[in-house]
């Protein structure tokens, strides 16, 4: 769709919004979502440095993976659960 034909339709969608105050809400909403300011992430740049590596490994094969299955009997008998 052309940015025109975009701006014409939710000009049209607005307006059926505006008239309605329980879409007007949540209208007000989203556009409070669009404009909040991007809080700090609570998880440290190192983290995702260490999930890139790993998944680096997981792709190039070099870890080894177990189902879950695998996993639960391990723990199982690890724990005695």
């Known amino acids: 769709m052309e ?10 969608d607005f307006g059926k919004f505006i008239e309605d105050d329980s879409k007007l809400e ?5 556009f409070d979502a ?7 992430s609570i998880v440290f740049d190192s983290y995702y440095d ?4 790993e998944r680096e490994k997981y792709i190039s094969g070099e870890n080894k ?4 299955e695998e996993e639960e009997e391990r723990l ?3 724990y005695s659960l």
Do not use: C
């Open 50 to 53: 260490i999930v890139a590596e």
């Open 65 to 68: 993976i177990s189902s879950w």
């Open 76 to 78: 199982n008998a690890k």
């Open 34 to 40: 669009i404009n909040h300011d991007e809080k700090e």
């Open 26 to 30: 949540i209208l007000e909403s989203v």
């Open 3 to 12: 940015t025109k034909e975009l701006r014409r339709k939710l000009i049209k």
